[in-house]
């Protein structure tokens, strides 16, 4: 992998920043804005050499070299053949289910991005939202189990800001009611559990690379699937359905990724290690000096098993203990020009365009994650420094 400048230990953040709002010294509003995330990209002049060879081959879509060689690299990485890529994730999960045949019922989190339900939709798959458990906001196994009906077709499961959900206990349900499993692993990207992707579990899965994830091709998705004849069925839906030039198989659409997002993603690659390794230590940076917040809950350690990508950095405000409530934080952090996320609320049941679609869980944990959750800035490029500032505004936030 390739070297880039590397972040300096975070104990230098103990004391220093602590004793100021100790003091009574207010934290001043950053200059510019500070996002929730920013893209890594490679330097100017690597992109700028590959896209001469765009020019010179004039191929910029349509299984092009360096598409192909994007394929093999990520092959390679992930240990299988069974790879399809996509111009985003979002038709990705829609040509999956479409693809494996999925339909009826399908249990899933409605704690999660939009897109999961929506690739539902799209197919006319019904969505059974069930709970999620507390501790990494994955879908709880238990309430899974009591949702299926003779209408459940597939459990489509979210590893939430890349935390591995319980695969063993879904894997289980899913072998004993004949179950498809499926991974909207958006998040996931470099996760492994046992030294394993995440990809190697469940029957497929689905990564994005859209341009606010650690990993990125601009936009981009991609299938990783157990079944080997589903790659062809794929390569169909997403090219039209075209088998030759004269014969059209199936009613596919255009989903292909093109030559600029692969030569996008074969260059973010080489620097992968480098990007979780940066995040890694904004990550502790963060729960160094959050770790004693009253009313401020951070995500469980993962276990040890566990490598983990380092995507997202999600707290929990409790008003009551912590004098201010979420809504307020994220309010406060616009007065300092952080811009935070509220990442994910409301949960997908109660935006319009689904509330017609009956639930028959309370959603209790679902609703109160929702209610405190807030994402706060993590990129390669935030500098620690800036990391303790948005610290001393959470601590001078605690009334």
Request: aromatic letters at 12%.
């Amino acid at each position: 992998m390739r070297d880039f400048r590397q972040y300096q230990s975070s104990e230098f953040l103990i004391g220093s920043s602590e004793e100021k709002w100790k003091k009574g010294m207010k934290p001043k509003p950053f200059e510019k804005p500070v996002y929730v995330t920013r893209p890594f990209l490679p330097p100017l002049s690597e992109f700028t050499e590959g896209l001469k060879e765009i020019w010179d081959n004039r191929w910029l879509t349509n299984n092009g070299p360096i598409l192909r060689r994007f394929t093999r690299q990520l092959c390679d990485y992930l240990g299988t053949e069974n790879v399809c890529l996509f111009n985003n994730g979002t038709l990705a999960l829609q040509i999956a289910l479409q693809g494996m045949g999925i339909s009826g019922e399908v249990i899933t989190t409605p704690f999660t991005f939009v897109a999961t339900t929506h690739a539902l939709y799209w197919n006319k798959i019904r969505p059974v939202f069930v709970d999620i458990e507390p501790e990494y906001y994955t879908l709880d196994p238990q309430r899974v189990e009591e949702a299926i009906t003779p209408w459940t077709s597939a459990i489509l499961a979210v590893p939430v800001y890349g935390h591995p959900c319980n695969h063993e206990a879904l894997a289980d349900i899913a072998r004993r009611h004949n179950l498809r499993l499926i991974y909207d692993a958006a998040h996931a990207f470099g996760v492994k559990v046992n030294g394993q992707p995440i990809s190697q579990m469940g029957d497929l899965s689905m990564f994005s690379f859209h341009a606010t994830k650690l990993y990125q091709s601009i936009e981009g998705g991609m299938l990783v699937f157990k079944e080997a004849g589903l790659k062809t069925t794929f390569d169909y839906l997403k090219n039209f359905g075209f088998q030759n030039q004269v014969e059209v198989v199936m009613p596919g659409t255009n989903a292909k990724m093109n030559e600029m997002q692969a030569l996008m993603g074969l260059l973010v690659f080489e620097y992968l290690d480098e990007i979780i390794e940066k995040r890694r230590k904004i990550t502790e940076a963060y729960r160094e000096r959050l770790q004693n917040v009253p009313g401020l809950l951070l995500p469980k350690p993962l276990p040890e098993n566990v490598e983990y990508n380092y995507g997202y950095m999600p707290i929990q405000v409790s008003e009551k203990e912590m004098g201010i409530s979420r809504d307020g934080l994220f309010q406060k952090f616009k007065e300092y020009n952080v811009l935070t996320r509220r990442y994910f609320y409301p949960l997908i049941c109660d935006y319009s365009c689904f509330r017609n679609v009956h639930v028959n869980s309370p959603l209790t944990v679902a609703r109160d994650v929702s209610s405190k959750i807030l994402c706060l800035p993590i990129y390669d490029t935030l500098a620690l420094d800036d990391v303790e500032k948005i610290c001393d505004i959470i601590h001078d936030s605690v009334s």
